[in-house]
C-alpha cells in the first residue's frame, strides 16, 4: 500500500470512526438541517431560544437518568418524583408559607431523599431497579395528589424565577448548562463517577476491587432523584404553579433521551453531551412538527422511529468495533 | 447485625410501597350515614374538575343520607370496567358513572344493568347502553359561546389557533366541533393551526409556543380546556390578554384568577360541583321510585371580567 | 494420512482489518482421527475453528470438503455438512429439559403440538450414542458442565455431525470428569467422526489425539504425531526453549513475620476450622479437589463472601468479617477464580482496571487524580510486560495472559503485600504462564506473602514453598515444598478428615 493509500485510508477511518461515535450529533444536525428547509419559521433566533426551553425539562431529567444507565441502573420514577418535588416546595410556600429559598431547596432534597430510598431498595433491598423505581414512580405521583388533592398549587417566586428569564436570558437554559456542565464533572473528573462507570461494567469486578458498591448504587439514584428534583423545579417554575399530573411519561423521554445519546442499557457506557444532544433530538423533533402543524399523533410515530433508528444504529456501531 | 435489620427494614419498606401500588386504585370515600348504598366511578382525580364534581357529589349525598362511595379510575378503562364488575357484585344500589372513555363504557356498565343497578352518567355520555340518564354540561352550546366570546375580544376578524384536548374525548370533540360550527359567522377570522396538547397546561405552554413562533400575527387562542389556556397565558408573556386573547373552558379556580389579572379573555364555566351534586340528586329520585329525564343539561356560562366576581368563591 | 479427509482448509488466510491473523496455514481433518490444534492465545486457533464453522469466511486459500472446494456462508452451511462445534460456553438453555435441548428446533409435532414422548424417544436415542445415562426430563442447568458438554455432543451427533470442533472441552473439568469425556472421544474415533480438539493441557494431547498442527502467530509451523515430547511442543509452540516451567526463585532475605494469619475459619457447611499463616516471602499453595473449599476459604480471606466464626490478620491488623475495603487498606489483594465474570470490567480501558482499587486513595476531595493514576498505570503495565496497543485499549481485547497481568496490575499498583491467587493461570498460555510465576517471584522477592489456589499440580508443587491440602471443607495436612509430590498430595487431597477423626476417639 503506498502511503498516500494509506493516509486517505486513515483520514476515511477517522470520519467513519467520528460518525460512529456522534451518530446522534449527526442525526441532530441533519433534523435541524432538514427543518431549515421545510420551513422559515425554525432557524430564527426565537425558536433556537424556544428549544433550549422546552429541552430543559427533558435534559436535566435526562442527565440524571444518565448516571442510573451508566451504572446499569433504570429510573422509572424520575418524571413523578418532579412532579411530588415541584408540588412539596410549592406547598411549603403557598401552603406553609415558609421562605421561598427554603421552600426551593425542600424540592431539591425531596427529589434526592425519593432517589435514595430507590437506591437502598436496589442496593440493600436487593430489588431490581426497574421493580424498586416503579413502585417509587407510585408513590410519588401518590404523595403528591395526596399532598395536592389534586389542585395545582402556587409555586415560591424563587422557583419561578428559575423559569423566568435573567435579562434577555432565559434561565431554563442556565439552568440546563449549569446541570450539564455539573453532571458531566461528577461523572468524568469524580471518584464516584468513575465508581459508576465500572459498576455498570462489571459490578461483581467493581466489588471484588473493593469498589463500595451499595453506596455507589444508593448515591447514583439519589443524584437522579435530586435532577428530576431540579427538573420539577423548572417545570413549576415556567407555569408558576405545581401540577399534581405534572411530567406524566416523561421518564420514557428521558431514557430516550439517554439512549439516543449513545448509552447503553447494558451499563458502563454513557456521557452527558451525547444525553444532551438525545434530549435536543427529541425536542427539536416535537418543535419542528409543531411548526409544521403536522398532528401529534404522527410526533409519537415519529419519536419512536427515531429511538428505533438511534438504537439500531448503536448496536450496529458495536457490532463493527468487534469486527 | 446493625446492617441485617436495616436490610430487613428496607424489604419491609418495599413490601409496603407494593401493598401501596396496588390499593391506589381503590380509593374509598367515607363512610356517610344509613340508607342507600351508591358508587360514583370518576374517570380521574388527578384534575381539579373532577375534584370539585367529586365534592358536589359527595356533599349532596351526605344531604340526602345516601353512602356515597368514590372509585378513581386514574383515566384507565379497564380499571374503570374492573371497578364497576366489583360494584356490581357488591351490593349497591345505583352507579354514577364519569367514563373515562364514552365508547367503551357500555361493556363496563353491562354487569350493572344486567343486575337492574340503575346507571346515571355523569359529565361524559356512555355510548350504546340504557342508562337511567346522562348530566353533562352542553359542551356544543359552550364552544360556540366560546366562538363568539373570542370573536367579540377580536373584534370580529384576525387569526387563531386551537389548543385540542385529548382526541377522541367527546368533551373535545363537542367544544371543537361548536366551536368551529360559532367562528364560520365570523368571516374575517380565520383558523390557522389546531394541534393537541392533550389537555395538560406544561404541553400547552410548549405547543403554544412552538405555533406562536410559526403564526406570530395570531390575535386569538382557543384553548379546549383552561390548563392549556393557562399554558398558552404563559407562552404568550405580556402579549396575553392586550395583543392575543385567550378563551378557555371550564372555569377553573386559576382561570378565574387570570381572568381578573386580565390575562385571559374569558372561559365557558362549567359547573362541576352543580353536575356532581344534580347527579345524585337523581340517583336519590330514581331510587325513590320516581322516572328522571334521560337527558339531564347542567348550563354553562360566559364568564369575562364583567361577571367574574360572582364565580369567585 | 490414510484415505480422504472429511475437510481441507488449504492454504487458508484471514486478516481483519490491516492485521494478518492467518497466513497460509494447511491442516486436514479425517474420520476416525483427532487432530490437535495447538498454539499460545492468540496464535489463531480460535480464527481458524470459526472458518471451518463458516463464522468467518477466508480471505485467501481454499475449504474442501470431502476434496470438493465449497464456502460456507454461515454456520448453517458447516452445519448441513456435517460440521459441529462445541464451544466452551455451552449453547444450551438451562431452564430447558434435556431432551428439548438436544431437538431444539426440530420438535416432533403432533397436530400441531409437540409430541412429548417421540421427543423423548429421540433425545434418548442421542443420548446412547455416546452412553450419557441422564434422565431426558431434567433442566440441563441441574447438570454439571461436564455432562452439559455431553448432551450438546449428543445433540450435535443426533444433528448427523460427522465431524466435530472442540474448543477447549476440558478447561472446565474435573480430572474424572475428563476420563469420562475422552472416553467418548474414543467411542466416536471408532465409528469413523472426525475431530479437531484444542486444549492448553499438554498431557491430554497424547492421551487423547492422533496428530498435531502447531500454529504460531498465524502461521503453520509443524505437524507432529501426538506423541511428541512436551518440551519439545512447548518449543514449537513458544519458538524457543523455556529453559524451567516454574522458576520459583526465592530471593527474600528479610525477617520471616506472618503477613496473613487465619484462625479457626468456618462456613458452615463448606470450610471447617481453617487455620493457617502465610509469611513474608513466602508462597503458600493452596490444593484440594474441585469443591473442597479452596476458593471458598480465598472468598472469605478476602472479604467477599461472609464466614461464621474465626478470624484474619493481616500485618497485624484484625480485618472485620465481609469487607473488602478494609483487607484492601491493610494490603491485601485478591485475584478472583474467573477473570471475565469477577477481575475485570471488560470493556473499560486497561488505564482504567489497572487503577480501580488505587481511584479513591489517590483522589484529592473526591476528584480523580488522572495523570497519577496513568503514570502508575503505564508503569506497572511495563514491568508486568503487558502486550496492548496502548494503556486505552479495552481489556476485552486482550489475550487471556494479558488479561490476567492487567488483574494483577491492580493490585501491584495498589501496592498490596498479601496476594490471594485463585487460579491465577487458568486458561492463560503457556509463555504467559512463566511471566506469572515471574511476578509471584518479584512479589515474595520484595518481601510480600502468596496465598495461591490451583487445581493444576505440578503447578502447585512447582511454585509453592508450603502445601496447605483441603478435603471436603477440611485442612487434610500440609507439606513442605521438598518433601511434596503428586501421590502425597493425592492422598491428602482425597483423605475423609471427619472419618480420621472419629476413627482416633
Avoid at chain 1, 407510585?138 to 435573567?166: C, E, H, K, W
Avoid at chain 2, 360556540?144 to 389548543?163: S, T
Avoid at chain 3, 527474600?252 to 471447617?272: C, F, M, Q, R
Avoid at chain 3, 480471606?301 to 475495603?325: C, F, K, L, Q, W
Wanted: hydrophobic share 45%; with cysteine.
Amino acid at each position: 500500500m503506498t502511503t498516500a493509500v494509506k493516509a486517505e485510508k486513515r483520514q476515511h477511518m477517522d470520519i467513519k470512526k467520528f460518525l460512529a461515535n456522534n451518530g446522534a450529533l449527526v442525526g441532530l444536525l441533519v433534523l435541524c438541517l432538514a427543518l431549515f428547509i421545510a420551513t422559515p419559521d425554525f432557524l430564527t433566533a426565537g425558536n433556537m431560544l424556544n428549544i433550549g426551553i422546552q429541552a430543559s425539562t427533558i435534559a436535566v431529567l435526562a442527565f440524571g437518568m444518565t448516571f442510573v444507565i451508566v451504572a446499569a441502573g433504570i429510573d422509572l420514577s424520575v418524571g413523578s418524583v418532579a412532579a411530588l418535588s415541584a408540588m412539596v416546595s410549592a406547598s411549603m410556600f403557598t401552603t406553609a408559607g415558609l421562605n421561598g429559598w427554603v421552600a426551593l431547596l425542600g424540592g431539591l432534597l425531596t427529589g434526592a431523599a425519593a432517589g435514595a430510598a430507590s437506591g437502598m431498595a436496589t442496593a440493600y433491598g436487593r430489588l431490581p431497579s426497574f421493580i424498586a423505581t416503579l413502585a417509587m414512580l407510585s408513590v410519588a405521583r401518590g404523595l403528591t395528589l395526596v399532598i395536592s388533592d389534586g389542585r395545582p398549587v402556587r409555586t415560591a417566586d424563587q422557583v419561578s424565577f428559575l423559569g423566568g428569564n435573567l435579562g434577555p436570558i432565559p434561565m431554563p437554559i442556565v439552568v440546563l448548562v449549569v446541570a450539564g456542565l455539573v453532571a458531566s464533572f461528577l461523572l468524568n473528573r469524580t471518584v464516584i463517577g468513575r465508581y459508576m462507570y465500572a459498576v455498570g461494567g462489571n459490578t461483581e469486578a467493581a466489588r471484588l476491587s473493593g469498589i463500595p458498591v451499595q453506596k455507589v448504587l444508593v448515591i447514583v439514584f439519589a443524584l437522579s432523584g435530586l435532577f428530576a428534583g431540579l427538573a420539577g423545579m423548572l417545570l413549576s417554575g415556567r407555569l408558576d404553579s405545581a401540577q399534581p399530573q405534572a411530567a406524566v411519561g416523561y421518564e420514557l423521554d428521558a431514557i430516550a433521551a439517554v439512549v439516543i445519546g449513545g448509552a447503553s442499557l447494558a451499563g458502563g457506557v454513557g456521557r452527558i453531551s451525547g444525553t444532551l444532544v438525545g434530549a435536543l433530538v427529541l425536542v427539536v423533533i416535537r418543535n419542528g412538527l409543531n411548526l409544521l402543524n403536522v398532528s401529534s399523533f404522527w410526533q409519537q410515530v415519529v419519536i419512536g422511529l427515531v429511538i428505533a433508528l438511534a438504537v439500531g444504529i448503536d448496536v450496529l456501531r458495536r457490532k463493527n468495533t468487534i469486527h | 447485625m446493625k446492617f441485617t435489620s436495616f436490610k430487613r427494614s428496607t424489604a419491609v419498606l418495599a413490601l409496603g410501597l407494593t401493598v401501596a401500588l396496588g390499593a391506589t386504585g381503590c380509593n374509598r370515600g367515607e363512610e356517610g350515614a344509613s340508607g342507600e348504598k351508591v358508587t360514583l366511578a370518576v374517570s380521574t382525580l388527578n384534575n381539579p374538575f373532577f375534584v370539585d364534581l367529586r365534592d358536589g357529589a359527595t356533599e349532596a349525598a351526605e344531604a340526602a343520607g345516601m353512602t356515597l362511595e368514590v372509585v378513581d379510575a386514574q383515566n384507565d378503562s379497564a380499571t374503570q370496567t374492573n371497578q364497576l364488575a366489583t360494584a356490581a357484585t357488591s351490593g349497591v344500589q345505583g352507579v354514577i358513572i364519569n367514563p373515562v372513555d364514552s365508547d367503551s363504557a357500555a361493556a363496563a356498565v353491562s354487569p350493572l344493568l344486567e343486575n337492574d343497578i340503575p346507571v346515571i352518567a355523569v359529565d361524559r355520555a356512555v355510548n350504546g347502553a340504557e342508562i337511567a340518564s346522562l348530566v353533562s354540561s352542553d359542551n356544543v352550546a359552550g364552544g360556540k359561546q366560546a366562538a363568539d366570546e373570542l370573536a367579540k375580544a377580536m373584534g370580529e376578524k384576525g387569526k387563531v389557533i386551537v389548543l385540542q384536548g385529548v382526541a377522541g374525548t367527546s368533551a373535545s370533540r363537542d367544544r371543537g366541533a361548536g366551536f368551529e360550527e360559532g367562528i364560520k359567522a365570523y368571516p374575517d377570522i380565520e383558523v390557522v393551526a389546531k394541534q393537541t396538547a392533550n389537555f395538560d397546561r406544561a404541553q400547552a405552554l410548549d405547543v403554544a409556543t412552538n405555533l406562536l413562533q410559526a403564526n406570530p400575527d395570531v390575535t386569538g387562542i382557543f384553548a379546549e380546556n383552561d390548563e392549556m389556556a393557562l399554558g398558552a397565558i404563559q407562552a404568550l408573556g405580556d402579549k396575553a390578554g392586550t395583543e392575543v386573547s385567550v378563551v378557555g373552558f371550564d372555569g377553573t379556580e386559576d382561570a378565574l384568577a387570570a381572568i381578573q389579572a386580565g390575562t385571559m379573555t374569558a372561559t365557558i364555566a362549567q359547573q362541576p360541583s352543580e353536575l356532581g351534586k344534580r347527579s345524585v340528586e337523581l340517583m336519590a329520585q330514581l331510587l325513590a321510585g320516581e322516572t328522571v329525564e334521560s337527558n339531564v343539561p347542567v348550563p354553562v356560562t360566559t364568564v369575562n371580567e364583567e361577571n367574574v366576581e360572582e364565580f369567585i368563591k | 494420512m490414510n484415505g480422504q479427509p472429511i475437510l481441507t482448509l488449504d492454504k487458508i488466510s484471514k486478516s481483519f482489518g490491516p492485521v494478518q491473523v492467518i497466513d497460509e496455514v494447511t491442516v486436514s481433518v479425517h474420520p476416525g482421527k483427532v487432530q490437535v490444534l495447538l498454539g499460545e492465545n492468540g496464535a489463531g486457533k480460535s480464527t481458524l475453528i470459526k472458518m471451518m464453522a463458516g463464522v468467518y469466511q477466508p480471505d485467501g486459500g481454499r475449504i474442501l470438503l470431502d476434496g470438493k472446494p465449497v464456502k460456507f456462508r454461515d454456520t448453517n452451511a458447516s452445519e448441513a455438512a456435517g460440521i459441529a462445534t462445541i464451544h466452551q460456553e455451552l449453547n444450551l438453555v438451562p431452564t430447558m429439559s434435556v431432551a428439548e435441548n438436544i431437538m431444539m428446533g426440530r420438535f416432533p409435532k403432533r397436530f400441531g403440538m409437540v409430541d412429548r414422548a417421540a421427543l423423548r424417544k429421540q433425545a434418548r436415542a442421542a443420548l446412547d450414542l455416546i452412553g450419557l445415562d441422564i434422565d431426558p426430563d431434567q433442566p440441563v442447568g441441574e447438570l454439571g458442565i461436564a455432562r452439559q458438554q455431553l448432551v450438546e455432543i449428543a445433540k450435535a451427533l443426533s444433528l448427523d455431525a460427522r465431524m466435530l470442533i472442540l474448543d477447549e472441552p476440558t478447561a472446565a473439568l474435573t480430572r474424572r470428569e475428563i476420563a469420562a469425556l475422552f472416553s467418548v472421544v474414543h467411542d466416536l474415533r471408532e465409528r469413523g467422526v472426525g475431530m479437531v480438539f484444542i486444549s492448553h493441557h499438554l498431557d491430554e494431547i497424547a492421551e487423547v489425539g492422533d496428530s498435531v498442527s502447531v500454529l504460531r502467530d498465524g502461521k503453520f509451523v509443524a505437524e507432529v504425531p501426538a506423541d511428541t515430547p512436551e518440551p519439545e511442543l512447548v518449543r514449537l509452540m513458544v519458538g524457543r526453549d523455556i529453559s524451567q516451567q516454574f522458576p520459583r526463585r526465592r530471593e527474600y532475605t528479610g525477617p520471616s513475620e506472618p503477613l496473613l494469619h487465619v484462625e479457626g475459619l468456618s462456613i458452615k457447611g463448606l470450610v471447617n476450622n481453617m487455620s493457617f499463616t502465610v509469611h513474608a516471602g513466602e508462597v503458600v499453595g493452596l490444593a484440594g479437589l474441585v469443591g473442597a473449599g479452596r476458593t471458598e476459604v480465598v472468598r472469605a480471606v478476602a472479604g467477599v463472601d461472609p464466614y461464621d466464626s474465626g478470624s484474619v490478620t493481616i500485618r497485624g491488623r484484625r480485618i472485620p468479617r465481609h469487607n473488602i475495603g478494609a483487607g484492601i487498606k491493610a494490603g491485601l489483594g485478591h485475584v478472583p477464580e474467573d477473570r471475565k465474570v469477577q477481575g475485570l470490567v471488560l470493556d473499560a480501558s486497561v488505564n482504567e482496571n489497572i487503577g480501580y482499587a488505587t481511584l479513591a486513595s489517590t483522589a484529592k476531595a473526591g476528584l480523580v487524580d488522572f495523570k497519577g493514576q496513568r503514570e502508575k498505570a503505564q508503569d506497572v503495565a511495563g514491568k508486568l510486560r503487558i502486550r496492548m496497543s496502548g494503556l486505552d485499549q479495552t481489556v476485552r481485547s486482550l489475550s487471556g495472559g494479558n488479561q490476567q497481568k492487567a488483574v494483577f496490575g491492580r493490585w501491584i499498583a495498589a501496592g498490596a503485600k498479601v496476594l490471594l491467587l485463585d487460579e491465577p493461570t487458568r486458561g492463560v498460555d503457556v509463555g504467559a504462564k512463566v511471566e506469572i510465576y515471574e511476578l509471584i517471584n518479584s512479589v515474595t522477592a520484595a518481601g510480600g506473602a502468596v496465598l495461591m489456589v490451583s487445581s493444576e499440580l505440578p503447578e502447585v508443587l512447582g511454585m509453592s514453598d508450603r502445601i496447605l491440602v483441603m478435603s471436603g471443607g477440611h485442612l487434610s495436612g500440609e507439606l513442605a515444598a521438598e518433601d511434596a509430590t503428586q501421590d502425597k498430595v493425592m492422598t491428602l487431597a482425597v483423605r475423609d478428615v471427619v472419618r480420621d477423626l472419629e476413627d482416633k476417639s
